[in-house]
């Protein structure tokens, strides 16, 4: 900080110029810091903004994605997939993908000092048709929920699900490089046997949609009756990222999309929680995603 | 030749006002009274605060490494106990508050309180410290008010209770907000008549429960008296709802109620045919922050369609849970039987968590609204520091500018503001009136404002040191005195903007208020302002004196009238071993401070300060008149060695006139034993101080105005003086022609 | 804070002291004490200002992160069938209000400097939905839901009824709190199950039914200082 720490001149003193340009001089200091403002003295106006950017919220921007159909009239369908690993469905338009992007060289930038905030919506209808979640396989869709006596009784598991994800590309505004954002896998690693998906703990950028409910029938700890299984219905999903240094390194943001599979059900293996795909249940187009238009958006703010 | 004499037994203190009383001074800087004999005495200087330590130890190093310590800016010393029997002393520096912690003799270690806090700019005013019984109130203005109660506390050292337990010393102040609902468990309803004839199976679902009272009073011992709800339905439906709603507040230890949770509420209706059962329900109750010793339990009436109050939510109480641990209350509190109302006037969350300002007044904390809500009072319940009804506040009148300082004293609270003085008088049971004492006098030094017994409330205002004196109550009269009408010139030269910074104390065993200014574009106080209450009311003698060369940021009083003061650059422009830090004590101590000698690596006290007296301008009745001033006697107490110099002016010229040097000896008599040359049992006795004349011969040609001046660094004892003169009737010519 | 002329000086006037001191002094103004009317326009940039001066941002993308992003209360694999998650089951159910970060509780959110606080917790959830409705119980049943809400201090900032199926979930709250330290808690309250629900299910019959989960949580929290 720069004080002026002089005594006054006083009675006596010696006329003289040094003296006068020494004070003087006291008045061109440079490194003036908070210790020489008063309380309240940085308001709006002080603060720098680089091209009608803001201080605190640098950069952000939303576009619909999907299909625009208010009345649902022809959503876009995606059949579950019947092998493991298959690709990925890219949310479109039922012609052509639709992402975020391209961005501008230097625009989306992610350092140190910044966070990069991520949010989604879609609208949905799972579909099926039958009991799918009878057919086995691995995993299975069901629950054996014993009887008291001998036998058991097949509850569905109601964990089926898509699971929608986020990618970037970073690399260029060519867009031709989609990866996973961090802390998101593409469930395509396998942890034993034919099984494809991903550890929980890489499934930060996912949003899932349940494909079915069931309601089943007890008493006394047993499940009796029929099972009741009931359509999802149109509804919306949300989800939500967020990126930081913490988990990377600095990065230039090109363009963001969502990409779905399912289905999907959970799964553990060695102490470890999965998300993996079911693809034995699937025959033909028996379980479905449907979708319309949605909506993806960012905003890039300060946080340091 | 018949020389004329003009005596002044006791020489007054500093007066800048032209034309001057003979017997003030134009300079008396560095200067105490002395108690036994009413003169000046030079014996000051400061100290550490542990003169022993080799170091600047507490105030370079911490337990987890070294910290340079920068400007001391707030201090204050607690009393905890009466008789000084536990005295805290809390400052801070660099953002950090901490607390000297001296149970155990010199410590190593400061206990930090807080990091992370607000660090004044020039134009703010350091932190307000608040004593309650319960601990001291913190507030600055930005950062949260904290309550800081630093005992029990353990002993000291590295790895020892001290530091691991400190941060259970200092908690938030006040309530946050309404804490999180009571979660009532769903009741399912006993399913079955009285006389019970077959098994019960449960018809409860997740979480919900059937807890049965006994409605009959044979039923049990204590049958009867518990439950909620109806007991009957004779009908064959379900039918006779209840419609229960709960909430809950936090007690803190200072016996504060906090604000109460959002009601929820839970139902449920008597199936067909029953009868004998009452039903408690099962509550989950949240858990306080730190700081919460009991849960209060609030719950309606049965303000079902069913009932007698349909849609009256009135909460009454139901029990203290007297821990901050159990989660799972259940009630069973027939309505009945429950307890007073809630307050009509909710408890709400601290209403100025940006206070800067507090005090307590009848017993209630008083808290200003903060910078942004600068014309508010709050005000708490008497005796309950932390609870503030929604409606307890006084909205200032919009003249008058914003609160600069709160105090209570004498029957009246004193509230300051930017451009006059308020008084809040009553009590919380009949109302709080605020009236309005004076619009021209402003006060922006709240750490100036000191309470001194025979003369009232004394504070800096912009233009001048006032005192709030008498009261406004019975046959008393309130006046608002100036104490520097005649100092103007030394109110003047104090920093406009940095009022603020401006910090004050009053020492009774000294019986001075020291007020410390930043002076001459300063950002910070360099100059003292000493008013000795000893020398108020005798006739025109000014009772002012200065103080030069003290470093202080903060100052505080100690139990026993000691002064303790922070110093007020510490590391900020350097971090030598020489750099002077921490705190330190005005004291007798003949020194200013330290300095490091590389040599012997270690720290040496610099010199004493110098104390200067420079008369009043004397114009020996009429300054047109020549007069020739031929002696100055000076009267003081025989200090031993300390030697005199006087100088002398004319005419406010203060070209230098200097005289031969005296001893302060007995001029006619053998001189008194003095230490490092007196020998041990060789004959020589004590003997006390004597006043004695020092006569100056002054060889000055004619003046119209004459002011003599000594200074010293000895310790020196004055009283007063004479001046013998002569004049010849010359008188001034007349002015130079253009 | 600016000032005016205290002294001009003019030819012929005396030179005193008070000349020079009584004008410097004044414009000590320029050096020190400056406000905001003194102040340039945009000066203050990334390198101007100290980190966290007026924003400061908490996060954990994967919280708890001890436990890869999922509650700490979880059920080990002996128990749990292979098509299901480690996760709460029914014997593991608190009955009430839980941090998802039993082990650690409350995460401190430290130099919050005072201002508006906007905290946000989000991931999926699994609930294990189908018996809602049965023989032994009476309206309204027993539907589940995964209750969640966020604690700031122990005072609720935001609570949700929650997701009651295998879904995304997200929750917010901003309040305004004073400076200090502050503690944040995210909670969630599973719906117990009912008299009938069975709990165990084959193979061996001593594996059990999960009951719910979260997993990918994640917490944003800005502040932003007045």
Not at chain 1, 192 to 221: F, K, M, Q, Y
Not at chain 2, 9 to 22: D, F, M, Y
Not at chain 2, 491 to 518: F, G, N, Q
Not at chain 3, 177 to 200: H, M, N
């Given at each position: ?304 | ?135 001291v109130v913190v507030t600055n203005g930005v950062d949260r008010p904290v309550l800081v109660n630093p005992w029990p506390l353990g002993q000291q050292g590295a790895g020892q209770y001290a530091s691991s337990t400190i941060s259970s010393c200092i908690r938030d102040f006040g309530f946050t907000s309404s ?560 | ?15 005193d002291p008070s000349a020079v001191n009584d004008e410097l002094r004044a414009q000590q103004s320029s050096m020190t004490t400056l406000d905001r009317e003194q102040l340039s326009a945009d000066w203050v940039n990334e390198t101007h200002l100290a980190d966290y001066a007026i924003i400061r941002g908490y ?168």
């Open positions: 900080m720069s004080r002026i720490n002089r005594p006054p001149v006083l009675d006596g003193d010696a006329i003289s110029a040094s003296d006068l340009n020494d004070r003087y001089a006291d008045y061109t200091q440079t490194d003036i810091n908070e210790f020489n403002t008063r309380d309240a003295a940085v308001d709006l106006p002080q603060f720098e903004r680089d091209n009608n950017r803001g201080f605190l919220a640098k950069v952000g921007t939303s576009v619909l994605i999907g299909k625009q159909d208010f009345y649902h009239a022809a959503p876009v369908t995606l059949n579950g997939m019947g092998t493991a690993p298959s690709a990925a469905y890219v949310i479109g338009d039922g012609v052509s993908d639709t992402v975020l992007g391209p961005l501008g060289a230097g625009l989306a930038v992610v350092d140190d000092t910044n966070i990069l905030r991520v949010y989604w919506s879609l609208n949905v209808r799972p579909q099926f048709t039958g009991t799918p979640w009878t057919t086995s396989s691995t995993p299975s869709a069901e629950y054996q929920v014993p009887h008291t006596s001998a036998g058991s009784t097949g509850v569905a598991t109601n964990a089926t699900c898509w699971a929608l994800y986020l990618q970037w590309d970073v690399t260029s505004a060519a867009l031709t490089n989609w990866t996973e954002v961090p802390y998101q896998g593409d469930f395509t690693a396998n942890p034993t046997g034919t099984i494809r998906g991903s550890l929980l703990e890489n499934t930060a950028a996912t949003s899932v949609v349940p494909a079915w409910t069931t309601r089943h029938d007890a008493v006394d700890r047993e499940a009796t009756g029929a099972e009741v299984a009931n359509p999802i219905g149109w509804r919306g999903v949300s989800g939500h990222y967020f990126y930081t240094t913490a988990m990377g390194a600095s990065v230039t943001v090109y363009g963001l999309r969502l990409v779905v599979k399912g289905p999907m059900h959970p799964f553990n293996f060695n102490g470890r929680n999965y998300l993996v795909q079911q693809p034995d249940i699937v025959d033909g187009g028996n379980i479905t995603l449907q979708h319309t238009v949605g909506r993806l958006g960012f905003i890039i703010n300060k946080v340091k | 030749m018949k020389q004329d004499v003009y005596e002044v037994p006791r020489a007054g203190g500093v007066e800048t006002r032209l034309p001057q009383q003979p017997e003030n001074a134009s300079r008396a800087e560095n200067l105490r009274h002395d108690k036994k004999t009413g003169g000046w005495s030079t014996r000051l200087g400061y100290e550490k605060y542990y003169p022993n330590v080799t170091t600047w130890s507490p105030f370079n190093s911490t337990i987890t490494g070294a910290i340079d310590m920068g400007p001391v800016y707030s201090l204050h010393v607690a009393q905890m106990l009466g008789g000084g029997a536990r005295q805290h002393t809390l400052f801070e520096a660099d953002g950090a508050l901490y607390l000297l912690y001296e149970a155990a003799g010199v410590p190593t270690i400061l206990q930090t309180l807080a990091t992370g806090r607000h660090v004044p700019t020039p134009t703010e005013a350091a932190s307000w410290f608040t004593d309650t019984p319960y601990g804490p999180p609902p009571v979660d009532p468990h769903r009741n399912v309803a006993f399913q079955a008549a009285s006389p019970i004839t077959a098994d019960y199976t449960s018809a409860a679902a997740g979480a919900s429960t059937t807890i049965t009272c006994f409605s009959d009073t044979r039923a049990i011992a204590d049958g009867g008296r518990w439950g909620l709800g109806f007991a009957t339905n004779s009908g064959a439906d379900f039918a006779k709802e209840a419609l229960f709603g709960w909430s809950c507040s936090f007690i803190t230890d200072t016996g504060s109620e906090g604000p109460l949770s959002a009601l929820s509420t839970t139902t449920w209706e008597l199936p067909g045919n029953a009868a004998g059962f009452r039903h408690a329900i099962a509550l989950d109750i949240p858990t306080g922050p730190p700081g919460t010793v009991a849960r209060r339990i609030y719950r309606t009436t049965n303000f079902s369609d069913d009932y007698t109050a349909p849609g009256d939510t009135t909460l009454y109480f139901i029990d203290d849970v007297r821990n901050n641990v159990e989660e799972v209350f259940i009630d069973c509190v027939r309505t009945a039987a429950l307890g007073a109302a809630a307050p009509t006037v909710p408890t709400g969350p601290l209403p100025a968590p940006a206070a800067r300002f507090s005090t307590l007044f009848k017993g209630c904390l008083f808290l200003d609204g903060g910078i942004s809500d600068q014309r508010t009072l709050y005000y708490s319940a008497p005796g309950l520091i932390e609870q503030f009804d929604a409606a307890a506040f006084i909205e200032l009148s919009s003249q008058g500018g914003g609160i600069t300082a709160l105090y209570g004293n004498y029957t009246n609270l004193v509230i300051f503001r930017e451009e006059s003085i308020d008084v809040v008088s009553g009590d919380y049971a009949a109302g709080f009136q605020v009236t309005t004492l004076t619009n021209s006098i402003t006060c922006r030094a709240p750490h100036s404002i000191k309470a001194i017994p025979g003369l009232g409330v004394v504070f800096l205002a912009l233009d001048g040191v006032y005192a709030i004196t008498g009261g406004l109550e019975g046959g008393a009269i309130n006046d608002l005195v100036k104490l520097t009408l005649t100092q103007d010139e030394l109110v003047e030269r104090i920093t406009l903007d940095c009022h603020p910074k401006s910090v004050a104390c009053y020492s009774a065993e000294a019986r001075e208020y020291h007020l410390y200014v930043p002076y001459d574009g300063n950002d910070r106080p360099n100059k003292g302002l000493v008013l000795h209450i000893d020398r108020i009311g005798q006739g025109d003698l000014s009772p002012w004196s200065t103080r030069d060369g003290f470093p202080i940021g903060a100052v505080a009083t100690r139990y026993d009238g000691s002064i303790i003061f922070g110093h007020n650059t510490g590391c900020q422009d350097g971090a030598g071993d020489g750099v002077n830090r921490g705190l330190f004590v005005i004291s007798g101590k003949r020194a200013m401070g330290y300095s490091y000698d590389a040599g012997s690596q270690s720290l040496v006290v610099n010199g004493p300060p110098t104390s200067v007296y420079r008369s009043a301008w004397f114009d020996f009745g009429d300054a047109q008149v020549k007069k020739q001033v031929s002696y100055v006697t000076l009267w003081v107490m025989t200090t031993g060695e300390p030697t005199i110099t006087l100088r002398h002016y004319k005419d406010f010229s203060l070209r230098v006139t200097a005289e031969r040097t005296y001893k302060a000896q007995p001029p006619d008599q053998a001189d008194l034993p003095v230490f490092d040359t007196v020998t041990l049992n060789a004959g020589a006795i004590y003997e006390d101080h004597r006043l004695v004349p020092l006569r100056f011969s002054v060889a000055q040609q004619s003046c119209s105005w004459f002011s003599f001046e000594f200074t010293t660094t000895d310790d020196l004892i004055f009283i007063g003086y004479e001046l013998e003169y002569t004049t010849k009737g010359t008188r001034v010519v007349m002015g130079k022609r253009a | 804070m600016k000032k005016w002329t205290q002294r001009e000086l003019r030819a012929g006037g005396v030179v996060f954990d993308a994967r919280y708890p992160s001890t436990n890869y992003g999922e509650q700490t209360i979880q059920s080990d694999a002996a128990v749990t069938p292979s098509n299901g998650f480690l996760s709460i089951i029914p014997r593991l159910d608190p009955g009430s209000w839980f941090d998802i970060n039993e082990t650690s509780g409350a995460i401190t959110l430290s130099g919050f400097k005072g201002g508006n606080l906007f905290a946000e917790w989000s991931g999926n959830a699994l609930v294990f939905p189908p018996f809602a409705a049965t023989q032994k119980i009476e309206f309204p049943q027993n539907p589940k839901y995964l209750g969640l809400r966020i604690l700031v201090n122990n005072s609720l900032l935001v609570e949700r009824r929650g997701p009651a199926y295998h879904e995304h979930f997200r929750i917010f709250g901003a309040g305004n709190f004073p400076a200090g330290d502050l503690e944040l808690r995210l909670q969630a309250k599973v719906t117990s199950v009912g008299p009938d629900d069975p709990l165990v299910i084959l193979p061996g019959g001593t594996q059990q039914v999960p009951q719910a989960h979260l997993y990918s949580n994640k917490y944003c929290v800005l502040g932003r200082f007045r």
